[in-house]
């Protein structure tokens, strides 16, 4: 196993360049360490790129009515900066209950994304937020909405030279909103089943899921089905279920009924129609 430490991002591509096998930017290094553990890395022919002393990857502030979240904030250091801020408090209680608290003060938020966890308790609300990431390479820098780094659980759609350098992330405008993860959380085992639900005249009915065969989504079918419908609350996840099967994204008999317990609960409360 190779160990490269660059002090500037040009360093760190230039590492990249030269190295050869598999190659893994070290932040937290929560994830790669379980992945070892579990032999799902080998040390043969790997090579980590510490990442640690990159400043530019370190900000965390408000921007334009956005926070922007540098890759190598801690999960920890983001959980105390969104205590009472407005437009963040499901993200606030998400994170409270993402791993134990060991972990939370070990991992970053670029390692936590670039990781595709699949039982992640931040992806789905992420989602809700419509969140986007900015990606930097030697060819320059990209943003793109979050939904499209997972490729399928543990692996992401970025190419070999590219980096997660930050998190751009709107408030939710949310006037009702739930976050549930079944199950308790401890270390890496991850919840059965996550949720969040959002909903405001302005920005409509959003919902999302985690831990499912392809990752966290959006149900967007169900999302349209509900907003301002009387359809039949069943009906509308039979199609849901239907959409995500032709999608290569099958919920589980265990899910499914997680979803529709968690959907009739909000209808029952009145919250949707």
């Known amino acids: 196993m190779n160990y490269f430490k660059p002090e500037s991002l040009d360093e760190y591509f230039n590492c990249i360049e030269k190295s050869e096998g598999f190659v893994r930017p070290l932040a937290g290094g929560a994830d790669i360490m379980h992945r070892l553990k579990k032999k799902?890395?080998?040390?043969?022919?790997?090579?980590?790129?510490?990442?640690?002393?990159?400043s530019d990857?370190?900000?965390?502030?408000?921007?334009?009515?956005?926070?922007?979240?540098?890759a190598l904030t801690k999960l920890s250091r983001?959980?105390?900066?969104?205590?009472?801020?407005a437009g963040y408090n499901l993200l606030h209680t998400a994170l409270g209950s993402s791993a134990c608290s060991q972990i939370r003060h070990q991992g970053t938020v670029g390692g936590h994304l670039a990781g595709c966890l699949p039982g992640s308790h931040l992806f789905p609300v992420l989602l809700?937020?419509?969140?986007?990431?900015?990606?930097?390479?030697?060819?320059?820098?990209?943003?793109?909405?979050?939904?499209?780094?997972?490729?399928?659980p543990y692996h992401n759609n970025l190419k070999k030279n590219e980096l997660i350098s930050a998190l751009i992330l709107p408030a939710l405008p949310a006037k009702k909103s739930y976050y549930w993860g079944e199950g308790e959380r401890k270390g890496f085992c991850f919840a059965p089943f996550v949720l969040g639900w959002s909903f405001s005249e302005e920005a409509g009915l959003r919902i999302?899921?985690?831990?499912?065969?392809?990752?966290?989504?959006?149900?967007?079918?169900?999302?349209?089905?509900?907003?301002?419908s009387f359809v039949p609350l069943i009906d509308c996840l039979k199609e849901e279920f239907h959409f995500q099967?032709?999608?290569?994204?099958?919920l589980s008999e265990y899910q499914?009924?997680?979803?529709?317990?968690?959907?009739?609960?909000i209808k029952d409360k009145g919250e949707i129609k």
């Open 57 to 70: 990857l370190k900000e965390l502030e408000e921007r334009d009515g956005e926070l922007r979240i540098g």
């Open 256 to 265: 499914k009924t997680l979803l529709y317990r968690f959907m009739k609960v």
């Open 78 to 85: 983001l959980q105390e900066f969104l205590a009472g801020k």
């Open 128 to 152: 809700l937020h419509e969140a986007r990431i900015e990606i930097v390479s030697p060819g320059g820098m990209r943003e793109v909405d979050l939904d499209t780094l997972q490729k399928q």
């Open 208 to 228: 999302a899921g985690g831990n499912l065969p392809r990752g966290a989504v959006r149900f967007r079918v169900l999302e349209e089905k509900l907003a301002g």
């Open 40 to 54: 799902f890395l080998k040390k043969d022919g790997l090579t980590l790129i510490d990442i640690n002393v990159l």
């Open 245 to 250: 099967e032709k999608q290569g994204n099958p």
